[in-house]
Structure formats: C-alpha cells, structure tokens
C-alpha cells in the first residue's frame, strides 16, 4: 500500500488542468517512473497481478466540486504498463473497507497465494 504521488511543486503550487483536476507534479511523475524499478526482474518483490488505484471520479477532491484526482491512477501507471496489469479503480474514498474485506477474502480462498497486490491510495485515508 502506497500514496499517491506528489501534488505540489518545490513552490507549493498544485499542479491542475484547466478543469480544476489534480495530477502528479514533476516530483511525483519522477517517482511514479522509479516505482517499477522495485518490481521484477532486478527489483525487490515480484511483479503484481493485482493493482488498486482510488476511484478518480469520487465527486471531487475538495468539498462542494466537481474535480477528480489522476494522483492515485498517476503513480501506478508506469508499474502497470511494465507488468501488463490494469489498474483497478472500482473503489473510493470511504470504500477502503470494502476493498480490505475482498482482499482478507482472496488471501483467504488462496487466490491470492504466490502473487502480489499494489495499492495507491489518498495518504489521508491509509
């Protein structure tokens, strides 16, 4: 389980499209573009056959609008397109119960045995 890249730049200015939607900064692509380097071939653990991003569409990032934040999606997809794995993003804020429960149940049922899971999440909600 990981956070979602960085949104703001060393000048603390967030990094939005014209439409108020927030993306990665320079910082947090560059660590978005590290993340595969830990996984594989060369890397620390195995590639994942599972990978969770938070819902981007979650009725906007801040109260009363209607943005949606790539941050989550951001960071995992350089790791996505090295192991040819979508990402998930079915689940969103406040569903990180739900998303635990079907995780505790695949492990459970053994589904899960020999391979690995990523998940990025809102840092607030870890």
């Known amino acids: 389980i990981m956070r979602h890249c960085e949104f703001t730049n060393d000048d603390e200015v967030g990094v939005e499209d014209e439409e108020g939607n927030q993306h990665c900064s320079a910082v947090g692509l560059e660590r978005a573009e590290y993340i595969p380097t830990l996984f594989g071939d060369g890397g620390k653990w195995p590639l994942p056959t599972t990978i969770y991003a938070m819902k981007r569409d979650r009725g906007g990032v801040r109260e009363g609008d209607d943005q949606v934040n790539l941050r989550e999606i ?12 979508d990402i998930t993003v079915m689940h969103s804020d406040g569903s990180e119960r739900q998303l635990a429960m079907e995780e505790f149940h ?6 899960l045995c020999d391979k ?11």
């Open 74 to 85: 951001e960071t995992l997809t350089p790791l996505s397109d090295k192991a040819g794995v």
């Open 106 to 111: 695949d492990l459970g049922s053994g589904k």
């Open 116 to 126: 690995s899971t990523v998940i990025s999440w809102q840092d607030k909600r870890i």
